[in-house]
């Protein structure tokens, strides 16, 4: 999909580009899968395997995907990218026209374990639900990963294994005559009273070999590194600061702060401090029998370290600004689509729920998803989307089955390619 064109001219532009295009371009060839690996028709998958987040890094080069096991695995490419390319040519690497990016296991961790909260009475799973690269230092990779309560922060880092090649004794040599005396405690002399003291001291290993004269040079062992292996070290752990589910986490262009959301509240993290979060955002009401809509995703601007924007469940996006105030009760800006006069229904509100929203990288456009569309939108305006891409339409006779087996109530995810040229998102197959 191309968001740059509107609903009426992307086919047929779509159509001159793709001709051309196709010749050059290898074919992909898509498959569903849950989990790695290879599987043969109606063989059973596990439910711990069954992946649950992926994430790319700004680059590219580095993929991590998390699983319902709370396992992270991540991944580096192989393919090799021309250093010396102009700014031109490495952005039109995002969508490759020989070849297609390839990735290679790199290593994997085990990132959450299964815990129990005992003053809810709550079963606390591992599964993975959000995964967030944070900027590297000193050729260590750092990422963020979330369950439903419990954030970890994560460093990625080759360690060299050492070991002792030469040893630093040598007791093969001989001295003078080919023979080597013992230390030995052995003596003739009688026993000493309580107090008293030998001549030599006797402490000495009876075991080590010594020349006559002792050894001529002292040679120190050599250290040499064998294999370098990759180790995953948490540094810290983000806990205790939600009622509620995590649905997000995000990642601040000044790389010191986070934030993380749950259906009432937005929480500002920094890096370096776990013991404490400021909350930023509350839409928890006095009464809760008041509440009539809950976030359910936020994004920090890839930009403005002040700006962030949060969805909610009656299909808003609302953008504030931190620097108004502690508690961002007022937003800066809001995009809303409004219904059109009697088009309203029982299902209304249910599809519009927004799901997830993404930040171009430009951070001039916001990518919003909700069950039925794909919705673009400028920052400049907040009157209405620049385009909207009709994903689930041919459902929408069938929302009673939907709604009856709790299909309508399925989230899906979306992004923006680096070029900002083209989106993806979810679907049924």
Same mark, same amino acid.
């Given at each position: @999909?191309?968001?740059?064109d509107?609903?009426?001219?992307? $086919?047929?532009?779509?159509a001159?580009?793709s001709s051309?295009a196709t010749?050059?371009?290898?074919?992909?060839?898509? +498959?569903f899968?849950q989990v790695f690996?290879?599987?043969a028709?109606g063989?059973?998958?596990?439910?711990v395997?069954i992946?649950?987040a992926i994430e790319?890094?700004?680059s590219?080069d580095?993929?991590?995907?998390?699983d319902?096991g709370g /396992?992270?695995?991540?991944?580096?490419?192989?393919d090799?990218?021309?250093e010396?390319?102009? /700014?031109r040519?490495l952005?039109r690497q995002d969508? $490759?026209?020989t070849?297609?990016?390839?990735?290679?296991?790199?290593?994997e961790?085990?990132?959450?374990?299964?815990?129990?909260?005992y003053l809810k009475?709550?079963e606390?799973?591992?599964?993975?639900?959000?995964? *967030?690269w944070?900027?590297t230092?000193?050729?260590?990779?750092f990422?963020?990963?979330?369950?439903? *309560?419990?954030? *970890?922060?994560?460093k990625v880092?080759?360690k060299?294994?050492?070991?002792?090649?030469?040893m &630093?004794?040598?007791?093969?040599r001989?001295v003078g005559?080919?023979?080597?005396? /013992?230390?030995?405690?052995s003596?003739?002399e009688p $026993?000493?009273?309580n107090?008293?003291c030998s001549?030599k001291s006797?402490s000495?290993?009876?075991d080590?070999?010594f020349?006559?004269?002792?050894?001529p040079?002292?040679?120190? $062992?050599v250290?040499?590194s064998q294999d370098?292996n990759?180790v &995953?070290?948490?540094? /810290?752990?983000?806990a205790?600061?939600?009622?509620y589910?995590?649905?997000?986490i995000s990642?601040?262009?000044?790389?010191e702060?986070?934030?993380?959301a749950d259906d009432?509240?937005?929480?500002?993290?920094?890096l370096?401090?776990n013991?404490?979060?400021?909350?930023?955002?509350?839409v *928890?009401?006095?009464n @809760?029998?008041d509440?009539t809509e809950?976030?359910?995703?936020?994004?920090?601007?890839?930009t403005?370290?002040n700006?962030?924007?949060?969805?909610s469940?009656?299909?808003?996006i609302r953008l504030?600004d931190?620097?108004q105030?502690?508690?961002?009760d007022?937003?800066?800006?809001?995009?809303e689509? =409004?219904?059109a006069?009697?088009a309203?229904?029982?299902?209304t509100?249910i599809i519009?729920?927004?799901?997830?929203v993404k930040?171009?990288r430009?951070?001039?456009?916001?990518l919003?998803?909700d069950?039925?569309?794909?919705?673009?939108?400028?920052l400049? @305006?907040?009157s209405?989307p620049?385009?909207t891409f009709q994903?689930h339409e =041919?459902? +929408?006779?069938r929302?009673c089955?939907?709604?009856e087996n709790?299909?309508?109530?399925d989230k899906f995810?979306c992004?923006l390619?680096?070029d900002?040229?083209?989106v993806a998102?979810g679907?049924?197959g």
């Amino acid at each position: @999909m191309n968001p740059r064109d509107s609903d009426d001219d992307r $086919p047929g532009a779509a159509a001159g580009s793709s001709s051309a295009a196709t010749e050059q371009q290898q074919s992909l060839e898509w +498959r569903f899968a849950q989990v790695f690996g290879e599987r043969a028709a109606g063989e059973d998958v596990q439910e711990v395997d069954i992946i649950s987040a992926i994430e790319f890094d700004k680059s590219g080069d580095h993929l991590a995907t998390g699983d319902r096991g709370g /396992r992270v695995v991540l991944f580096e490419r192989t393919d090799v990218r021309d250093e010396h390319a102009n /700014r031109r040519e490495l952005e039109r690497q995002d969508v $490759p026209i020989t070849r297609h990016p390839e990735f290679r296991y790199k290593t994997e961790f085990q990132s959450h374990e299964p815990e129990f909260d005992y003053l809810k009475s709550l079963e606390i799973e591992e599964k993975i639900n959000k995964i *967030k690269w944070c900027q590297t230092a000193n050729n260590a990779l750092f990422l963020l990963s979330t369950n439903d *309560k419990t954030i *970890k922060y994560w460093k990625v880092q080759e360690k060299k294994v050492k070991q002792v090649s030469v040893m &630093a004794l040598d007791t093969s040599r001989t001295v003078g005559d080919g023979t080597t005396s /013992r230390a030995s405690t052995s003596t003739s002399e009688p $026993p000493l009273p309580n107090g008293g003291c030998s001549k030599k001291s006797d402490s000495l290993n009876s075991d080590l070999l010594f020349p006559p004269g002792g050894y001529p040079s002292l040679r120190l $062992p050599v250290v040499t590194s064998q294999d370098v292996n990759l180790v &995953a070290r948490c540094r /810290r752990v983000y806990a205790h600061a939600h009622d509620y589910h995590i649905n997000s986490i995000s990642n601040n262009s000044d790389g010191e702060t986070f934030i993380s959301a749950d259906d009432l509240r937005i929480n500002l993290w920094n890096l370096e401090i776990n013991s404490q979060s400021f909350n930023i955002v509350d839409v *928890k009401p006095t009464n @809760m029998e008041d509440l009539t809509e809950v976030i359910t995703c936020a994004e920090f601007h890839p930009t403005h370290c002040n700006t962030l924007a949060y969805s909610s469940s009656k299909g808003s996006i609302r953008l504030i600004d931190l620097r108004q105030s502690a508690l961002c009760d007022n937003h800066s800006k809001i995009f809303e689509e =409004h219904e059109a006069p009697g088009a309203r229904s029982f299902f209304t509100e249910i599809i519009a729920s927004i799901s997830d929203v993404k930040f171009s990288r430009d951070g001039r456009y916001l990518l919003s998803r909700d069950y039925m569309t794909l919705k673009l939108w400028d920052l400049n @305006m907040d009157s209405g989307p620049v385009s909207t891409f009709q994903v689930h339409e =041919h459902l +929408r006779p069938r929302l009673c089955d939907l709604y009856e087996n709790d299909s309508i109530f399925d989230k899906f995810e979306c992004c923006l390619s680096g070029d900002g040229l083209h989106v993806a998102t979810g679907s049924y197959g």
